[in-house]
């Protein structure tokens, strides 16, 4: 861990200054300027396990995990190993690979909702397509998504889509038509009856309610018992579909995702980050039906130069091999409750109003008092007790997302120690922030 007083990131704050000049606000994915927790963003070096290194020279405990996928540590020494073989072989195919029917195999035999699976680029692409699936199934051109919920950055899912757009204070984007959104209706995570008061309203008119199933993009918010029965019934009922995007809680929740670990069944799910094994990857899949649509076994056009890219391929297949091991989520989950439950007791200890939890390897804490069950709740988190908290946390060597309306991360690689050097640094900088 790094002292405050040794802390120095001249080298990052050159390399992010010139950067600057180069892309827009110096990065290739917002969230990452540390716009709403101020201060200039760290330049990795190189990650490890549990751990980064910056271009200083800094390491620190890393709960972001490349925003998912690091789930077994980064650059987990078999990951890597496949990895080197793969390439040999070469990069890109553009044409079938065994590694495909192996991944594929694998995710119909994990994901309760999967029969059939698409493997695309990112998780953009997965829900972009998904969107497209679920309106040529059913003949239906409205959606239902929940404000505070993330499916990507495609048009017709840029609406009320939490944190980065939150963190960035844009209620939308500008250059998205109203035309692309018209047909997108927001109702208020863990309210069932706005749900049901919309397929009131519109009756025969709704594909199918895509959400995530534990919220990662407003922080972390779980939903309510009888939130997702409510909406399996109601979709069936009115015939349309209930879709879980599980781009970040596939193969985190629970190996089989937030859908065996809730005992809820999909009809399509989307997946990406912890499939790729820390590769650009996505996939949508479901009901055999439904995905038999797809073309070129059906008519909905969907496709893609490098989708099933065997270092892809082969990182996920890997990645799902070790996770597959037994014991490996009651040991995430040990992990993570002992981390999430001392975060809280410190803040409460220290007097400041906090709620949060965790499931498995993914947990969240926000500075309200407030219990927290939609985005709007979560904004009653205190952003000025976020802030300092964030930055003293990266002074002493702990990488936390930076924004409050993430969830973190933690990983097979994290250990008891390192969880008890990052509770030391919090008890430090959350004793220091004033209740
Ligand atoms: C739930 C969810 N869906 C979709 C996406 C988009 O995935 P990608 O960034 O790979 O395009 C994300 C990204 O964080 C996500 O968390």
Same mark, same amino acid.
């Given at each position: 861990?790094?002292?405050?007083?040794?802390?120095?990131?001249?080298?990052?704050?050159?390399?992010?200054?010139?950067?600057?000049?180069?892309?827009?606000?110096?990065?290739?994915?917002?969230?990452?300027?540390?716009?709403?927790?101020?201060?200039?963003?760290?330049?990795?070096?190189?990650?490890?396990?549990?751990?980064?290194?910056?271009?200083?020279?800094?390491?620190?405990?890393?709960?972001?995990?490349?925003?998912?996928?690091?789930?077994?540590?980064?650059?987990?020494?078999?990951?890597?190993?496949?990895?080197?073989?793969?390439?040999?072989? /070469?990069?890109?195919? *553009?044409?079938?690979?065994?590694?495909? #029917?192996?991944? &594929?195999?694998? +995710?119909? =035999?994990? $994901?309760?909702?999967?029969?059939?699976?698409?493997?695309?680029?990112?998780?953009?692409?997965?829900?972009?397509?998904?969107?497209?699936?679920?309106?040529?199934?059913?003949?239906?051109?409205?959606?239902?998504?929940?404000?505070?919920?993330?499916?990507?950055?495609?048009?017709?899912?840029?609406?009320?889509?939490?944190?980065?757009?939150?963190?960035?204070?844009?209620?939308?984007?500008?250059?998205?038509?109203?035309?692309?959104?018209?047909?997108?209706?927001?109702?208020?995570?863990?309210?069932?009856?706005?749900?049901?008061?919309?397929?009131?309203?519109?009756?025969?008119?709704?594909?199918?309610?895509?959400?995530?199933?534990?919220?990662?993009?407003?922080?972390?918010?779980?939903?309510?018992? /009888?939130?997702?029965? *409510?909406?399996?019934?109601?979709?069936? #009922?009115?015939? &349309?579909?209930? +879709?879980? =995007?599980? $781009?970040?809680?596939?193969?985190?929740?629970?190996?089989?995702?937030?859908?065996?670990?809730?005992?809820?069944?999909?009809?399509?799910?989307?997946?990406?980050?912890?499939?790729?094994?820390?590769?650009?990857?996505?996939?949508?899949?479901?009901?055999?039906?439904?995905?038999?649509?797809?073309?070129?076994?059906?008519?909905?056009?969907?496709?893609?130069?490098?989708?099933?890219?065997?270092?892809?391929?082969?990182?996920?297949?890997?990645?799902?091999?070790?996770?597959?091991?037994?014991?490996?989520?009651?040991?995430?989950?040990?992990?993570?409750?002992?981390?999430?439950?001392?975060?809280?007791?410190?803040?409460?200890?220290?007097?400041?109003?906090?709620?949060?939890?965790?499931?498995?390897?993914?947990?969240?804490?926000?500075?309200?008092?407030?219990?927290?069950?939609?985005?709007?709740?979560?904004?009653?988190?205190?952003?000025?007790?976020?802030?300092?908290?964030?930055?003293?946390?990266?002074?002493?060597?702990?990488?936390?997302?930076?924004?409050?309306?993430?969830?973190?991360?933690?990983?097979?690689?994290?250990?008891?120690?390192?969880?008890?050097?990052?509770?030391?640094?919090?008890?430090?900088?959350?004793?220091?922030?004033?209740?």
């Amino acid at each position: 861990m790094v002292s405050t007083t040794s802390f120095k990131t001249t080298k990052s704050q050159e390399i992010f200054s010139a950067a600057q000049e180069l892309m827009p606000g110096g990065v290739s994915s917002p969230v990452r300027a540390f716009k709403s927790v101020g201060g200039e963003p760290i330049v990795f070096d190189q990650v490890k396990g549990a751990y980064i290194w910056d271009v200083d020279g800094n390491q620190y405990i890393d709960y972001v995990g490349t925003w998912g996928p690091a789930i077994c540590g980064h650059a987990h020494p078999e990951v890597i190993g496949a990895l080197h073989q793969a390439l040999d072989k /070469g990069t890109s195919f *553009g044409a079938p690979s065994a590694l495909e #029917n192996v991944l &594929a195999q694998m +995710v119909i =035999d994990a $994901v309760p909702s999967i029969e059939m699976v698409r493997f695309v680029n990112s998780g953009t692409e997965a829900c972009m397509a998904v969107l497209r699936l679920m309106r040529a199934f059913t003949g239906r051109d409205k959606i239902i998504k929940f404000s505070g919920c993330y499916h990507g950055h495609a048009d017709m899912l840029l609406v009320q889509a939490g944190s980065g757009v939150a963190t960035l204070g844009l209620p939308d984007s500008p250059g998205v038509p109203k035309s692309a959104t018209a047909n997108t209706l927001t109702a208020t995570y863990n309210d069932l009856d706005e749900v049901k008061a919309l397929f009131e309203q519109y009756p025969n008119e709704i594909a199918g309610v895509i959400l995530e199933p534990v919220v990662g993009n407003s922080g972390f918010i779980t939903p309510v018992p /009888g939130f997702l029965e *409510g909406l399996r019934e109601v979709t069936q #009922n009115h015939g &349309a579909l209930l +879709v879980f =995007d599980e $781009v970040m809680t596939g193969f985190r929740i629970a190996y089989g995702g937030a859908q065996e670990k809730f005992g809820i069944t999909p009809d399509l799910t989307t997946l990406g980050k912890i499939i790729g094994g820390g590769l650009p990857v996505g996939a949508y899949g479901g009901r055999k039906d439904i995905m038999s649509m797809v073309a070129p076994a059906g008519p909905m056009y969907q496709a893609g130069t490098l989708s099933g890219n065997p270092l892809a391929m082969t990182a996920g297949i890997k990645t799902l091999e070790l996770l597959k091991k037994p014991g490996t989520y009651e040991q995430l989950e040990t992990i993570t409750k002992k981390l999430s439950e001392g975060l809280l007791q410190i803040a409460k200890d220290s007097g400041h109003a906090t709620t949060g939890g965790y499931i498995s390897a993914m947990f969240g804490m926000f500075f309200t008092g407030v219990p927290v069950h939609n985005f709007d709740d979560a904004k009653t988190s205190d952003l000025s007790k976020f802030t300092p908290f964030h930055r003293g946390m990266l002074e002493r060597g702990i990488y936390l997302a930076p924004s409050q309306f993430e969830a973190g991360f933690t990983s097979l690689a994290h250990t008891e120690e390192d969880i008890d050097r990052t509770l030391a640094a919090a008890k430090e900088v959350i004793s220091g922030i004033k209740p």
